[in-house]
Antibody
Framework: QVQLVEAGGGVAQPGKSLRLSCETS????????MHWVRQAPGRGLEWVAL????????FYGGSVRGRFTISRDNSKNTLYLQMNSLRIDDTAVYYC??????????????WGQGTLVTVSS | DVGMTQSPLSLPATPGQPASISCRAS???????????LDWYLQRPGQSPQLLIF???HRASGVPDRFSGSGSGTDFTLKISRVEPEDVGVYFC?????????FGQGTRLEIK
């Protein structure tokens, strides 16, 4: 079955960096677009970034563009999110989500359980 | 960005009775391929969101048939024909027609 397991969350000071990872199994990772979505405590969902299966397309949400970088290693079936210049309002649970195996269709289906990032001084 | 507005934000529901949630987009979600790029998710307490409905009206695998989605363009509805206790949680609509992907604020369904 499809599994997505996020890791790398924790506490970081404002201005510092963290790198999240999402290990996947149960599907052909290299054929699927992948996403990061976050949810601040007690709040709604905010889409963060996506990367197409072949890395041709990378898109970011406005609040993270220029600070966060999405990447993937298809040989390790793993998705990454490099988060630099962290701000207090980046505090959230970060979910990895599987997209589809077609280009220009940016829907998602399976989501991981998330990893908590807390930015605090 | 496409704005997504859900109503109501809180929905007290009675087991066995129907319930309905509305989602309105700030622009049409109808793609040139004829599909509306509007999905519905349920986030049960302490869990990650799970896909219920995709492309406005298609039930995801394993989703009970008491859940149905309808609508086109800018106005969409999620209906539960008979609410069950396990339906408690927050329901989100999501548009994937264009980036940035955007979500509704969420509708919290609770059992009366």
């Amino acid at each position: 079955q499809v599994q997505l397991v996020e890791a790398g969350g924790g506490v970081a000071q404002p201005g510092k960096s963290l790198r999240l990872s999402c290990e996947t199994s149960g599907f052909n990772f290299r054929s699927y677009t992948m996403h990061w979505v976050r949810q601040a405590p007690g709040r709604g969902l905010e889409w963060v970034a996506l990367m197409s299966y072949d890395e041709t397309y990378k898109f970011y949400g406005g609040s993270v563009r220029g600070r966060f970088t999405i990447s993937r290693d298809n040989s390790k079936n793993t998705l990454y999110l490099q988060m630099n210049s962290l701000r207090i309002d980046d505090t959230a649970v970060y979910y990895c989500a599987r997209g589809l195996n077609s280009v220009f269709d940016w829907r998602t289906d399976y989501w991981g359980q998330g990893t908590l990032v807390t930015v605090s001084s | 960005d496409v704005g997504m507005t859900q109503s109501p934000l809180s929905l007290p529901a009675t087991p066995g009775q129907p319930a309905s949630i509305s989602c309105r987009a700030s622009r049409s979600l109808l793609h040139s391929n004829g599909y509306n790029y509007l999905d519905w998710y349920l986030q049960r307490p302490g869990q990650s969101p799970q896909l219920l409905i995709f492309l406005a009206s298609h039930r995801a695998s394993g989703v009970p048939d008491r859940f149905s989605g309808s609508g086109s363009g800018t106005d969409f509805t999620l209906k539960i024909s008979r609410v069950e206790p396990e339906d408690v949680g927050v329901y989100f609509c999501m548009q994937a027609l264009q980036t940035p992907i955007t979500f509704g604020q969420g509708t919290r369904l609770e059992i009366k």
